[in-house]
């Protein structure tokens, strides 16, 4: 029988120490709480936000008659909308008092729909909050200047893991962005996820709101000079509402707020909006879009961010933030990995994958049901990946043994 080895011990806990440092390991972590999430059985209220999505019938119900061509599929999104067309989306929202108005496309003209601006225009300064979208970038010739952005003033903590930006790389035309507020929409890809959303980005040496985080103040009534935020740790908002964020100024989603974000189609707002005017009995009930944030986005649009703004404000408005486990979890998981491998060489191959598969099977049950029940995730790639490594130099270690018997 082998002497338990001081270099696997050290291995082991400089492996996991390892897993815990690396952001992109990071990442795998949030596959397995994704995956965990859409198999859990908990719901939500229905929160107070409303995604419009235009997709291909209602491109072609808008286009006249005379110019409309069949839409292949998945080409709808390419096509622009005019300013008449979002002037009719927001004469259709305001029928119903809705607080906050956002846009998720770059409100940018064609030159040909240059002339119908103003009707926009008309419509956009009768909304109470209208929120654009606006891409960071570098420098360029048509940058906002720090006094035209608005900035937390109360900020603590390390900026170095925020995505930083010095310039704008797409926003909307200048008399449209003089009535609106600016919601920055990037989603970095190495940040990128189904459950990881930016809070904060770093602009001109300013902190500054994203695209949800931004609505979210609009409808709270609520300005930057207010908030505290504590990078790395949580943002607090005067109300007593505080969002946790991770050391990059992402939130952590909870993918079941998908599931209370109330979804319309164009033209089922556009016929309730018809018949709220002619004082008929709605088709769909849209009333209480009344106090609630509207979004407007253009379904399968490759040049927008993944469909994450509407989940993330409806995780923020639940307050259904997941959790994770005390860091002193996974310090135990790394010290009895390192407890395992001391007496590695004492349990038989067979018994080793056997218990392997026990083990994982029952560490999953108990980190669903953790999920589940309290919100709280517990770290799953650092015991599975641990216990991986070490069943793997069991069973190559046995081979080497057996090799050398014969």
Same mark, same amino acid.
């Given at each position: 029988?082998?002497r338990?080895?001081?270099?696997?011990?050290?291995?082991?806990?400089?492996?996991?120490?390892?897993?815990?440092?690396?952001?992109?390991?990071?990442?795998?972590?949030?596959?397995?709480?994704?995956?965990?999430?859409?198999?859990?059985?908990?719901?939500?209220?229905?929160?107070?936000?409303?995604?419009?999505?235009?997709?291909?019938?209602?491109?072609?119900?808008?286009?006249?008659?005379?110019?409309?061509?069949?839409?292949?599929?998945?080409?709808?999104?390419?096509?622009?909308?005019?300013?008449?067309?979002?002037?009719?989306?927001?004469?259709?929202?305001?029928?119903?008092?809705?607080?906050?108005?956002?846009?998720?496309p770059?409100?940018?003209?064609?030159?040909?729909?240059?002339?119908?601006?103003?009707?926009?225009?008309?419509?956009?300064?009768?909304?109470?909050?209208?929120?654009?979208?606006?891409?960071?970038?570098?420098?360029?010739?048509?940058?906002?200047?720090?006094?035209?952005?608005?900035?937390?003033?109360?900020?603590?903590?390390?900026?170095?893991?925020?995505?930083?930006?010095?310039?704008?790389?797409?926003?909307?035309?200048?008399?449209?962005?003089?009535?609106?507020?600016p919601?920055f929409?990037?989603?970095?890809?190495?940040?990128?996820?189904?459950?990881r959303?930016?809070?904060?980005?770093?602009?001109?040496?300013?902190?500054?709101?994203?695209?949800?985080?931004?609505?979210?103040?609009?409808?709270?009534?609520?300005?930057?000079?207010?908030?505290k935020?504590?990078?790395?740790? /949580?943002i607090? $908002?005067?109300?007593?509402?505080?969002? &946790?964020?991770?050391?990059? +100024?992402t #939130?952590? =989603?909870?993918? !079941?707020?998908?599931?209370?974000?109330?979804?319309?189609?164009?033209?089922?707002?556009?016929?309730?909006?018809?018949?709220?005017?002619?004082?008929?009995?709605?088709?769909?009930?849209?009333?209480?879009?009344?106090?609630?944030?509207?979004?407007?986005?253009?379904?399968?649009?490759?040049?927008?961010?993944?469909?994450?703004?509407?989940?993330?404000?409806?995780?923020?408005?639940?307050?259904?933030?997941?959790?994770?486990?005390?860091?002193?979890?996974?310090?135990?998981?790394?010290?009895?990995?390192?407890?395992?491998?001391?007496?590695?060489?004492?349990?038989?191959?067979?018994?080793?994958?056997?218990?392997?598969?026990?083990?994982?099977?029952?560490?999953?049950?108990?980190?669903?049901?953790?999920?589940? /029940?309290?919100? $709280?995730?517990?770290?799953?790639?650092? &015991?599975?990946?641990?216990? +991986?490594? #070490?069943? =793997?130099?069991? !069973?190559?270690?046995?081979?080497?043994?057996?090799?050398?018997?014969?």
């Open positions: 029988m082998r338990p080895s001081p270099w696997l011990i050290l291995v082991v806990i400089l492996l996991g120490v390892f897993i815990l440092r690396e952001p992109r390991l990071q990442q795998v972590e949030d596959v397995f709480l994704s995956f965990f999430m859409e198999h859990t059985e908990a719901a939500l209220p229905p929160a107070p936000v409303t995604l419009v999505e235009i997709g291909r019938s209602d491109f072609q119900r808008m286009t006249p008659a005379e110019e409309a061509k069949p839409l292949p599929k998945g080409q709808a999104a390419r096509r622009s909308l005019s300013p008449l067309e979002y002037a009719l989306f927001l004469q259709a929202v305001l029928d119903f008092q809705s607080t906050v108005v956002a846009f998720e770059i409100v940018i003209w064609r030159e040909r729909d240059k002339t119908q601006e103003q009707v926009f225009i008309d419509q956009a300064m009768r909304v109470p909050r209208l929120l654009l979208a606006t891409e960071l970038g570098g420098k360029g010739p048509h940058d906002l200047s720090p006094d035209d952005v608005l900035s937390f003033a109360n900020v603590t903590g390390d900026r170095g893991r925020l995505a930083e930006f010095s310039g704008v790389s797409r926003q909307p035309d200048d008399d449209v962005r003089l009535i609106s507020t919601g929409t990037n989603l970095p890809d190495e940040r990128s996820s189904r459950i959303v930016p809070m904060l980005f770093e602009y001109r040496g300013e902190i500054v709101p994203s695209f949800p985080l931004q609505a979210i103040l609009l409808w709270l009534r609520i300005t930057p000079a207010e908030v935020v504590e990078l790395g740790s /949580r607090i $908002l005067p109300n007593g509402w505080e969002i &946790p964020i991770h050391r990059d +100024g #939130l952590t =989603v909870n993918p !079941l707020a998908r599931q209370s974000v109330r979804r319309l189609s164009l033209n089922e707002l556009l016929l309730a909006a018809q018949e709220h005017e002619r004082k008929r009995p709605p088709s769909v009930n849209v009333e209480n879009l009344k106090d609630q944030i509207v979004l407007l986005r253009l379904a399968d649009d490759p040049l927008q961010p993944p469909n994450v703004f509407s989940t993330a404000i409806a995780t923020i408005q639940n307050a259904a933030y997941i959790r994770p486990a005390p860091g002193a979890i996974a310090w135990v998981i790394i010290l009895a990995a390192g407890l395992l491998s001391c007496f590695l060489w004492m349990i038989s191959k067979a018994n080793l994958l056997l218990w392997a598969i026990i083990f994982s099977a029952g560490y999953g049950l108990m980190a669903l049901g953790f999920l589940a /029940r309290d919100r $709280l995730w517990l770290p799953t790639f650092l &015991p599975l990946a641990l216990l +991986g490594f #070490l069943v =793997v130099v069991r !069973l190559l270690s046995r081979s080497r043994v057996a090799a050398s018997g014969s």
